[in-house]
C-alpha cells in the first residue's frame, strides 16, 4: 500500500472493520508516556503490607507471597446479586459475577514483561486456579483476564496486576468470535485460528514449533498482535508445558518489542477463550494503546489504524527482544 492509499479491512475474527491508513503513525518520542500510576508508590494498596489481607484476600502462593489474588474492592459484577433477567424493550441482566485482582508481584517497580519463566508459570497457575474456581460456580458461563497497564490502557494502580472478571453471559467480542468460529468450522471443517496461522505468513511476527505470533488482516489498533497455540486447545488449562511457557516467553517478548518500537505505551492484553466452548481457540490479544478512540470508533464501530499490519510486521521483526 502507498502512503495515500487506504484499505477498509473486515477482521476475519469478528467481523467488524477497520481504516488501515498508513503513514500517520506518530514517531515513537511524541508516545512517550510517563506512568503516573507507577510513581505513585506511597498510596499503593497492592503493597505486601498494605494490601487488604482480612477483608479481599482469596488465596496467595508462598509465604511471605509472591502472587496474591484479591476481590476487586470496586467490583462491577457481585456474586451476591441475585441472577435475574429482564425482557422487553428494556432488557438487563442483574449485576451477578465476580471481579478479582491477581497482584503480580509484592515488587511496586517490578513489570509483567521482565519476570523470569518460573515466575511467569507462576502467574499462568495463578491464573488458571482462579479460573477453574470461577467456573465452577452457579451460572458462570464466561471468565476473562485481562490487563490494563499504565493510564491509557486504563490503569489506576501501577503496581503490576492482571484482572479477571467472571460472566453469567457469553457477551460482545468473545460471543461474536465464538459465533463466527463455530460457523467458519461448519463451513470449512477446520478452525478459523489455525487457519489464520496458515495464511497470516506476511503478518507472521514469529514462531515456534508449539505457538505463533501474528499481525491480524484486520487489525483495529496500530501494533495490535494475537499470540496462540498451533494445536486445537480453548482453554488455558488444557496447554501442555511447552505450549505455556512459549506462550508466556512470547507475551512478554511482545510487550517488550512493542516497548521498544512505541516507547513504553501503555497497553491491555486480553485472553480469549472460554472452557465450555471446545469449537473457540484460545488466543491472547495484546494492543499498546497509541491512540484515543474518537467519533468514528465509537459512532461506527470502525477502528482507525494508522500502521498497517505489515509495517508492524517488519517493524516488529527490526525490533525483535526475546526474553
Ligand atoms: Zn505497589
Ligand atoms: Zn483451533
Known amino acids: 500500500m502507498n502512503e495515500q492509499e487506504s484499505d477498509i479491512r473486515m477482521d476475519y475474527r469478528t467481523g467488524y472493520y477497520s481504516i488501515i491508513v498508513p503513514g500517520r503513525e506518530h514517531r515513537p518520542e511524541e508516545l512517550e508516556i510517563e506512568d503516573e500510576g507507577s510513581k505513585n508508590l506511597k498510596n499503593c494498596p497492592f503493597e505486601r ?4 489481607r482480612k477483608n479481599l484476600e482469596i488465596m496467595h502462593v508462598n509465604e511471605p507471597w509472591t502472587t496474591m489474588v484479591i476481590k476487586n474492592k470496586f467490583p462491577e459484577l457481585n456474586g451476591s446479586t441475585p441472577l435475574d433477567y429482564k425482557k422487553g424493550f ?3 441482566i442483574s449485576g451477578y459475577g465476580y471481579n478479582e485482582v491477581i497482584i503480580e508481584t509484592p515488587n511496586h517497580f517490578d513489570k509483567f514483561e521482565d519476570m523470569d519463566t518460573k515466575k511467569s508459570i507462576e502467574w499462568l497457575s495463578a491464573v488458571i486456579e482462579r479460573e477453574e474456581d470461577l467456573y465452577s460456580r452457579n451460572y458462570i458461563k464466561h471468565v ?3 490487563k490494563n497497564s499504565g493510564a491509557k490502557g486504563g490503569a489506576s494502580i501501577g503496581h503490576s496486576h492482571t484482572q479477571i472478571i ?7 467480542t468473545p460471543k ?3 459465533e463466527k468460529a463455530i460457523e467458519y468450522k461448519n463451513q470449512n471443517y477446520s478452525c478459523l485460528y489455525e487457519d489464520s496461522i496458515k495464511k497470516e505468513n506476511e503478518r507472521m511476527l514469529f514462531e515456534t514449533e508449539k505457538i505463533a505470533a501474528i499481525a491480524p488482516y484486520g487489525s483495529r489498533i496500530a501494533g495490535e498482535s494475537m499470540l496462540l497455540p498451533k494445536r486445537h486447545v ?3 488449562l488444557d496447554l501442555d508445558e511447552q505450549e505455556k511457557e512459549d506462550i508466556l516467553e512470547a507475551l512478554k517478548s511482545i510487550i517488550r518489542t512493542n516497548s521498544k518500537i512505541f516507547g513504553k505505551p501503555s497497553y491491555n492484553f486480553v485472553i480469549h477463550e472460554n472452557k465450555n466452548e471446545p469449537d473457540y481457540h484460545l488466543h491472547f490479544e495484546i494492543y499498546p494503546r497509541l491512540a484515543d478512540f474518537a467519533g468514528i470508533e465509537l459512532g461506527q464501530n470502525v477502528f482507525v489504524n494508522t500502521i498497517t499490519p ?3 510486521t517488519k517493524k516488529f521483526k527490526d525490533n525483535l527482544l526475546f526474553t
Open 176 to 178: 461474536i468470535e465464538i
Open 310 to 312: 505489515e509495517d508492524y
Open 234 to 236: 480453548n482453554y488455558l
Open 90 to 92: 428494556f432488557s438487563s
Open 166 to 172: 467472571a460472566w453469567p453471559e457469553i457477551l460482545g
Open 49 to 52: 503490607d498494605t494490601v487488604d
Open 144 to 146: 476473562m483476564v485481562f
